[in-house]
Every structure is written in C-alpha cells, then in structure tokens.
C-alpha cells in the first residue's frame, strides 16, 4: 500500500508541476497576484509530494520488500543498513527520483527565501523550475518507474553492485545531484531575466547564493567521488579523467566562472550578457552529464547501463532545454546594454580573464570527452582520449588563472596601478622563489615542473594572507586594532580567502604526488620484505574473514621504519556472493604529508601474492584543501550580504584611496571584495 502511494504521489507531483509551470508565467505577464501566489504554492507542494514519493521507496528499501522490482534489482536483506538506504540512489530509477526530489527542494526553496524579489522575476523564475520538473518528472514516470511490482515477489534481491557498497558512494550522488541541480536556479534566473529583459546588480546579488551553495556541494561532490575512487578501485590514483569524471567537472569549472562574473554585474553592472550565458551554459553541462551517464553511450564504473531508448528520452530534453534557452538567449541579449567600463588592468579585467581561462579549459574538456563519442557514431571509429591531453591542454591553462588567484582580490576596481601592486606582493614573490629554489635543491624527479607546480602553491597562499594583511591595517598602527579589524571582516572576505587558499593546497597535492610518486608491484609469499620510502614493508600473508554480506580474504603486511613496527596494514579482497563479484579494499596509512598505499591481488599458481606498494607524497593535501574550500563556499554563504532578499546594510562612506585603488586604512570591504 505504501509503495502505491508512493507512485500515486510522483503523478499526483507530475500534475502539481505542470500548474507550476504554466500559471505563474502568465500571472507575471498579467501581473496577477493570486496567479503568482498559486507558483509559490505549487512549489512547496510538489517538493511535499515528491518527498513523500522519495519517503515509500526508501520504506521499500529498508524493510526488504522484494516485491518492487527496484528492490530486487538493487538490494539484499543480509546488506548493511547504510547501503540499503544508499541502494534508493544507487540505481537510475532512484537517481532520478532523487534528482527531481532535489529540483523540487530548490523550488520551494526560492518561493520560500526569495520574499524581497520582484514578484514577476519570482513567479517566472519559480515556473521555469517547473518547466524542468515537468520533463524529468515526466521521463521517470514514462520510462523509469522506480515502484515497479514484481509478482510472484522472489525470496531475496540481488543486491547492489559491491562498488556501490562504501561510505563514499553513499554520500557522493546527493552531494553532487546538491550541486547538478542547484545550478537550475541560475539557470531559471538566466532564463527569467531574459523574458524580462532586464539584468542588473540586483539579479546578480539574488544570482550568486543559489550559484555558490550549488558550487559548495559540487566541490563536496566530485572530491567525495574522487576520495571514493582512490581508496575503493585500488588502482593508487585519484582522476583519471573518465568521461564520467568530466561530466561532473565541467559544470563545476563553468560554476566557478559563473560565481566570479556575477561579482562583476554587481559591482560594475558590466558583463550582463555573458553571465546570463554562464548560467545557461552551467545548466546544460549539467543536464550532459545525465544524459552522458544515462544513455548507454559508455561504459563506466560510474555509469547507469540503461537501454537507449532513456538516452534518447533525455537527449530531447537536453535539446530543448538548451537549444530553447540559447533560442531565448540570441534573442534577448542584444538588449541587455554594457554596464560600467573599466581599464584592463583592473579587478573587472582579472575577473574577465578569469572567466576566459575557465572557459577556454571548460571546452578543452568538452572536446576530449565528447570527440570520441562523436567519431564513434559519426565513423564507427574508437578513439581514446586520455590523461596526456588533457594533461597537456588542461593544466597550461590553469597557470595564468593561478598567477592572478593571487593578485585579482588585491586590484582596486575600475583602474588599479600596477606598481603598487606589486609592491604588496613583494613578500609573496620572495616566499614563491624560496620555495621554488627549495623544490629544485631537494627534487630527485622532475624538479622544474614540482618548483613550478608548488610555487604556484605558495604564491597563492602568499596572495591570500597578503591581502587579509592589507585589508586589517588600521590607522592606528597597533596590534590590537589590526587583530580587531582582521576578525571583524566580513565572512564573504574570509570565505573567498579560504576558498582561493584551498585551491592552493590542492595544486601543490596534485603536483607532488604525480611527480613524486613512487611504487612497487610484485609477487610476494609471506616473510618477504621491501624497501619505500624509506620504511620497510613485510608481508606477512593472508587470512580469511566473514563479513555481512561477502567472504574477504584480508592481509596483514607490516610497516617498519628502521627496527620500529610503525603500522600494520590490513587490504582486503572481497567476493560477494550474491553478484559474483570481487572487490578490492585498499589499506592506506595517511599522514599529514604522505600516503603509504597498499593492495593485495590474486594468488598465483606458486602461492604467491600480488601486492601494489604505493607512496603518495601529499595526496591528504588533496581532501584536505577541498574541504577548506567547501568551508569557504559555506562561510560565504553565511555572510547576510550574500542571501537572496537581504538588503545592504549603509555604512559611512570613507573618502580616499590607497595605492591602486585598494580600501583605504579603517574602510570596511564590501562582501566579496
């Protein structure tokens, strides 16, 4: 009964969605008030019985009711209770249901926080995020129907795929569906403005929160995919630049473009049109990435197989989505006149080129991902698009963004003077070539690109605590009176420092682990000892071990460093029964500078085992800086400036201006500067 209800709920969410998206659009052009009224309902309704939909397939999940078909499909009553829930999502049908469940929460989120917004610009905005629950509301319940009986109901499911059976997986999809998703509101935003033809800083302002709490989640997302990735497939990496992987990432790279341009339409009123595309752009490679993982047009670890019928489901919706939204884009635009203008030596002109580099890298990825795809269906013809080119065309690419990460937040708007400058950064440039001498002294591999990858780094690093030095100076010259000002700056401030600081972090991660790595790979019978790193591994061998729902074969090999046992180690190989299916659990000993990484493979016909010892110098610094950026997408978020609808508290305007069009001593920074 419960899982009828559920169904009933998703149509009855359906109907809800189609008044959504068609009766506030025409109360904002009649200017209707009990029509817009009726949007604002509407969302908080569908997001009510989507919840309630979401709410019976997990009932089913949890209490084992073999008698819906997902269940069987995707469950085992011996699983844990963590992957029973996490097995909602961890299949297309629930996915999807997810998905919706998370466009509706946005929805209602807009009707219910949006109060101060325009009543036509709301009522628009609202029944676009309709518009986009009514095709995939309709997609689930026409092709995916996630209450599907299965009669006679069989003694027990066939469990989840065992990939899907980790911590990581669990909590990966709903942070990046969080992310995939929230980029809708932008999206709707764009599209709202366009009917109304009207973009300026006070769109923006409603524009960044909803961007930026969908870039947080994103982050979290792709690092948790990422973490998953590196522990659970036990292959010793993090990225791979799976197709899946750019499917996730370039809604990401065009979010973060997106966040920095619409600082510009604040501010300066400048690059109206381009942010619009920025947000349409973001949405569609988000609605890629579904189609991408969803169609069948690859295989992935990452990917649902689904027959292509769905894809071509989606692949309409994408088209009009996208081609409509461009159609209203090439349409609308031309009206929407330049703001302000500014020097190119300026904070517009680093947030411009900003913008460019992100964009330039954004496509760079969708031409290796898509080419491929394209030249298999165009000719027949397999190509492989790998890590060397992106590697190659991606990170030369990043160098430039990363040399103004540093410098932009530091440029007075309008104008900013180059020698001042870089008198401020004076310090930031002796602490970048001392650590690009210290890298090339103590390198052994590679030392030219590990001095120039960790100098980016600290350059960063030394930027960002460059600038909060500049910002807490106070006429008073004393301690006490900059440590005042320092704390009391506002929370947006704090969060793009910490945000920029947690790139860096992650930069100089990335560089030295791939350039420092090092492994070794061999047949190994207990008692037998190798050398990394400077410590010494034994293995000792293997013994068996019983977990809830798979058979683990489980080895112990030792750490040593010098005649001291410093660690022992544990990987497992799992088999699953129910799926056939074995699995590898990586052993790692994290520190704060190095990882020691170990897996164990087959035995051979010898009795011995294959063991893969890897040790991946800063690979913590790449979780570590990724969390440090979330909390500075957080910490924005909280600052009141920055929330949809909050007005802007008038402060006492302080005459004059430093060297390069900085804030003068004891001047409060406007949010975001």
């Given at each position: ?514 350039l420092m790595s090092t492994d070794i790979i061999a047949a190994a019978e207990p008692g037998d000892r190798f050398e990394l790193a400077g410590r010494t591994l034994v293995y000792e061998g293997v013994e068996p071990k019983m977990g809830p729902n798979y058979m683990s074969e489980r080895g112990v090999i030792s750490v040593y460093k010098g005649d001291e046992k410093i660690a022992e180690l544990d990987p497992e190989r799992r088999f699953y029964p129910v799926q056939g299916m074995t699995t590898t659990e990586a052993a790692i000993r994290s520190t704060v500078f190095e990882d020691l990484y170990v897996v164990i493979g087959e035995q051979d016909e010898q009795g011995r085992r294959t063991v893969r010892l890897h040790h991946n110098p800063l690979v913590p ?53």
């Amino acid at each position: 009964m419960i899982v009828e209800f559920g169904h009933f709920a998703l149509i009855l969410a359906l109907v809800v969605a189609i008044g959504q998206s068609v009766l506030p659009m025409v109360g904002a052009a009649r200017r209707d008030v009990r029509l817009a009224a009726f949007g604002r309902q509407a969302a908080h309704a569908q997001f009510a019985l989507l919840g309630l939909s979401f709410a019976a397939l997990t009932y089913a999940f949890v209490t084992s009711d073999f008698s819906v078909a997902l269940v069987v499909s995707n469950s085992h009553s011996l699983k844990p209770m963590l992957y029973k829930i996490s097995g909602v999502w961890g299949n297309h049908e629930g996915s999807m249901l997810l998905w919706v469940l998370i466009l509706a929460a946005f929805g209602s989120a807009v009707a219910a926080f949006g109060r101060n917004l325009p009543e036509s610009l709301k009522s628009r905005v609202i029944g676009v995020q309709g518009m986009i629950g009514v095709g995939f509301l309709l997609f689930i319940v026409l092709t995916s129907n996630p209450f599907e009986r299965m009669l006679p109901a069989p003694l027990d499911g066939r469990d989840l795929n065992p990939l899907l059976q980790d911590p990581g997986l669990a909590f990966h999809p709903p942070f990046l569906y969080l992310g995939y998703v929230g980029l809708s509101v932008a999206f709707s935003f764009a599209v709202a403005a366009l009917i109304e033809g009207k973009v300026d800083a006070a769109w923006a302002r409603w524009v960044r929160p909803w961007t930026l709490a969908a870039w947080s989640s994103l982050t979290l997302g792709i690092a948790l995919g990422s973490w998953w990735a590196y522990y659970e497939l036990g292959w010793g990496g993090w990225w791979f630049w799976d197709p899946v992987e750019n499917a996730s990432f370039m809604p990401w790279l065009a979010a973060t473009a997106l966040l920095h341009s619409a600082i510009v339409v604040e501010k300066r009123d400048a690059l109206k049109s381009w942010t619009v595309l920025l947000a349409i752009i973001a949405f569609s490679l988000s609605l890629m990435g579904t189609f991408i993982v969803r169609s069948g047009v690859l295989t992935s670890v990452h990917a649902f197989a689904v027959d292509p019928e769905r894809g071509v489901f989606i692949l309409i919706l994408l088209g009009i989505a996208v081609g409509g939204s461009l159609a209203l884009y090439a349409w609308r635009a031309p009206d929407l006149q330049p703001g302000g203008l500014f020097r190119p030596i300026s904070r517009e002109g680093g947030l411009l080129i900003n913008n460019l580099f992100l964009a330039v890298a954004c496509a760079t990825v969708l031409l290796g991902t898509l080419y491929p795809l394209i030249a298999e269906a165009v000719a027949d013809e397999k190509i492989s698009v790998g890590p060397p080119f992106f590697n190659a065309t991606f990170i030369p690419l990043m160098i430039p963004l990363i040399i103004l990460m540093a410098a932009g937040p530091m440029m007075g708007w309008k104008r900013a003077g180059i020698s001042g400058l870089l008198h401020r950064l004076r310090a930031a440039l002796v602490a970048t070539a001392a650590a690009a001498l210290v890298v090339l002294f103590v390198a052994e591999t590679d030392a030219i690109a590990a001095a120039l990858g960790v100098a980016a780094g600290v350059w960063v690093l030394a930027g960002v605590t460059t600038d909060l030095v500049h910002r807490c100076r106070s006429r008073e010259g004393t301690l006490g009176a900059g440590l005042n000002r320092l704390f009391n700056l506002p929370r947006s401030v704090w969060g793009t420092a910490l945000g920029h600081a947690g790139v860096a972090i992650v930069v100089m991660g990335i560089t030295v682990d791939s350039l420092m790595s090092t492994d070794i790979i061999a047949a190994a019978e207990p008692g037998d000892r190798f050398e990394l790193a400077g410590r010494t591994l034994v293995y000792e061998g293997v013994e068996p071990k019983m977990g809830p729902n798979y058979m683990s074969e489980r080895g112990v090999i030792s750490v040593y460093k010098g005649d001291e046992k410093i660690a022992e180690l544990d990987p497992e190989r799992r088999f699953y029964p129910v799926q056939g299916m074995t699995t590898t659990e990586a052993a790692i000993r994290s520190t704060v500078f190095e990882d020691l990484y170990v897996v164990i493979g087959e035995q051979d016909e010898q009795g011995r085992r294959t063991v893969r010892l890897h040790h991946n110098p800063l690979v913590p610094w790449l979780w570590f800086g990724t969390i440090i950026m979330v909390l500075g997408g957080v910490l924005s978020l909280s600052d009141r400036r920055l929330r949809v609808g909050a007005p802007i508290r008038s402060k006492k305007a302080t005459t004059g201006k430093t060297e390069g069009g900085a804030p003068p001593a004891g001047a409060q920074p406007e949010a975001g500067d």
